[in-house]
């Protein structure tokens, strides 16, 4: 069984920065793909930012490129997401989504979710 759990929410001001952290435990084989998404009230939870393993191609939302930065620790089981210049409209929930490969073929694992508040 594979858990992941995040941390790293929490209020800030707008034009602060937050670092969120996804932590991967039990049979890991490889962690491939890794994404944070968000979700607002009354919204569609979207995609935020994406990175692969091998090579560590990212991708970003339009709305947070050049202020959100995703990387890994594979050493760790590990992904993060550095949010930096935060805005009002970056409040939401974000979730982290693993896709780990234990000793069956490659599944898809969530994150419970940690609160993100932007206050202006």
């Known amino acids: 069984q594979v858990q992941l759990v995040e941390s790293g929410g929490d209020l800030v001001q707008a034009g602060g920065s937050l670092r969120l952290s996804c932590a991967a435990s039990?049979?890991?084989?490889?962690?491939?793909?890794v994404a944070w998404y968000r979700q607002a009230p009354g919204k569609e939870r979207e995609l935020v930012a994406r990175?692969?393993?091998?090579?560590?191609?990212?991708g970003y939302a339009d709305s947070v490129k050049d202020r959100f930065t995703i990387f890994r620790d594979n050493a760790k089981n590990t992904a993060y997401l550095q949010m930096n210049s935060l805005k009002p409209e970056d409040t939401a929930v974000y979730y982290c989504?693993?896709?780990?490969?234990?000793?069956?073929?490659?599944?898809?694992?969530w994150g419970q979710g940690t609160q993100v508040t932007v206050s202006s």
């Open positions: 989504r693993m896709v780990v490969v234990t000793t069956t073929p490659p599944y898809i694992y």
């Open positions: 039990g049979k890991i084989f490889s962690i491939n793909s």
């Open positions: 990175i692969a393993n091998s090579p560590t191609a990212t």
